[in-house]
């Protein structure tokens, strides 16, 4: 990224649903992402180089994660 701007990251959260196609899976998909009774997601991090950081997002210490 340009000098003064944060680095960008790639944030991968993967759900599996049921659905009759691609339209209704992606709504399914993102009802549950934005649904405040829903489990936090495990989630990966990549940066710019290609790390990969697995987090659990029930935890609420960023220290609690997994590199991968």
Do not use: Q, W
Not at 8 to 30: L, P, Q, S, T, W
Not at 51 to 65: F, L
């Amino acid at each position: 990224p340009p000098k003064g701007r944060p680095p960008i990251f790639r944030v991968v959260y993967v759900i599996d649903v049921g659905a009759g196609n691609v339209v209704e899976a992606a709504k399914r998909a993102y009802a549950m992402m934005t649904d405040s009774d829903s489990i936090p997601p495990i989630v990966e991090v990549i940066d710019n180089r290609g790390n990969k950081v697995r987090i659990d997002m029930s935890n609420s210490k960023e220290k609690d994660h997994d590199k991968t």
